[in-house]
């Protein structure tokens, strides 16, 4: 099973790490935390000591068109929330 992972650098996200050492990431939904776990530690080199997951739910969307009203959702998805050991950290930009 492929599973990838994409880290979420948002303010709420942010805030997150620099108060609570705390890192959020979008995830495949079909992906586990023992899963997130050992790809997180393998791809940055970390100790992740906790993993949070949550299914965030679509949400219905709708547009007037000149053909008329388009309804739809948007995609359901997956969040982890990481917890790394003290004094260790994530640099997202190194590599760009």
Not at 3 to 10: A, D, K, L
Not at 12 to 28: C, G, I, P
Not at 52 to 68: A, H, I, L, W
Request: proline share 2%; charged share 25%.
């Amino acid at each position: 099973m492929n599973i990838t992972i994409t880290p979420i650098v948002t303010e709420k996200a942010t805030q997150l790490t620099e108060k609570q050492n705390r890192y959020t990431f979008r995830v495949s939904p079909q992906a586990d935390k023992f899963q997130i776990k050992a790809l997180v530690e393998d791809l940055y080199g970390v100790n992740v000591t906790d993993v949070n997951t949550m299914v965030v739910r679509s949400k219905r969307k709708q547009r007037y068109t000149k053909g008329g009203l388009i309804k739809g959702t948007t995609a359901q998805w997956k969040k982890a929330v990481v917890s790394v050991a003290e004094g260790q950290t994530i640099d997202f930009f190194s590599n760009i």
